[in-house]
């Protein structure tokens, strides 16, 4: 069975700096891309950031470009996000899936709000 469950979420000001990280289980991160996506209130959930776990190739979407970074952990089959500078309009619910094609039922996702 598989199962996606992120963490780390919280309140943060303009500014500052968060990680959030997805454990996958039930299925092996390594024999996909995986990437992370958001959904904000009133919008449809967007990919952020994507990395081919095969060769650690990355894509940024131009809003989170050069602030955010994906990694993963295959030994520990976690996909973390780093997030620099973060911006009130980064505030969503973040979470983690395949990134291409079809997805694996989504877990619960971790709030990310930025305020001050």
């Known amino acids: 069975q598989v199962q996606l469950m992120e963490s780390g979420g919280g309140l943060v000001q303009p500014g500052g700096s968060l990680r959030v990280s997805c454990v996958a289980s039930?299925?092996?991160?390594?024999?996909?891309?995986v990437g992370w996506f958001r959904q904000a209130p009133g919008k449809e959930r967007e990919g952020v950031a994507y990395?081919?776990?095969?060769?650690?190739?990355?894509y940024y979407a131009d809003s989170v470009k050069g602030r955010f970074t994906i990694s993963t952990d295959n030994t520990k089959s976690t996909v973390y996000l780093q997030m620099n500078t973060l911006k009130p309009e980064d505030t969503a619910v973040y979470y983690c899936n395949r990134a291409n094609g079809w997805k694996y039922p989504w877990g619960q996702g971790t709030q990310v709000t930025v305020s001050s």
């Open positions: 039930g299925f092996t991160l390594a024999d996909s891309a």
């Open positions: 990395i081919s776990t095969g060769d650690g190739a990355t």
